[in-house]
């Protein structure tokens, strides 16, 4: 997980602009775009891939992250971030597969107070060939 040069976003093309966020495809990278409809810092959990049909696997890293108090709705993928950090957690397996974290490695480029916005790349090869199901998503908050 990293936080996208400017240049990267030049030649990404989009493939999905909802409220609150945007994912853009470049090679072998799906960039993230996270804004706020408040004058708040973005933060939140974009959930997106699905599990096999049928699959009903509780994940306990969700539970924890949640109380029990949302569903997951079968999503196998997720990315919690605020302004300080973001983490890309595999709900399948309870892992968590990826972390930025502002502080160990500042960058002007992954939150940006001006625009109000968070912006990140995680290559494909991090979702375990589940790309197809980057369009199946849903932002819950964090």
Do not use: V
Not at 82 to 97: I, K, V
């Amino acid at each position: 997980m990293r936080s996208p040069r400017p240049d990267y976003l030049k030649k990404a093309k989009e493939i999905l602009n909802q409220p609150g966020f945007r994912i853009l495809e470049d090679g072998d990278w799906f960039c993230f775009e996270f804004t706020s409809e408040t004058t708040e810092p973005p933060r939140g959990n974009l959930l997106f891939g699905p599990e096999s049909e049928g699959d009903t696997h509780q994940s306990s890293l969700f539970d924890e992250q949640y109380h029990g108090q949302l569903d997951r709705d079968g999503h196998r993928f997720g990315i919690r971030f605020d302004q300080f950090e973001a983490g890309l957690y595999d709900y399948l397996t309870n892992e968590l597969s990826a972390k930025y974290i502002l502080g160990i490695s500042p960058s002007a480029e992954y939150y940006d107070p001006d625009c109000n916005i968070i912006r990140l790349r995680i290559r494909k090869s991090m979702l375990d060939d589940k790309t197809s199901g980057i369009m199946n998503c849903r932002l819950l908050p964090n």
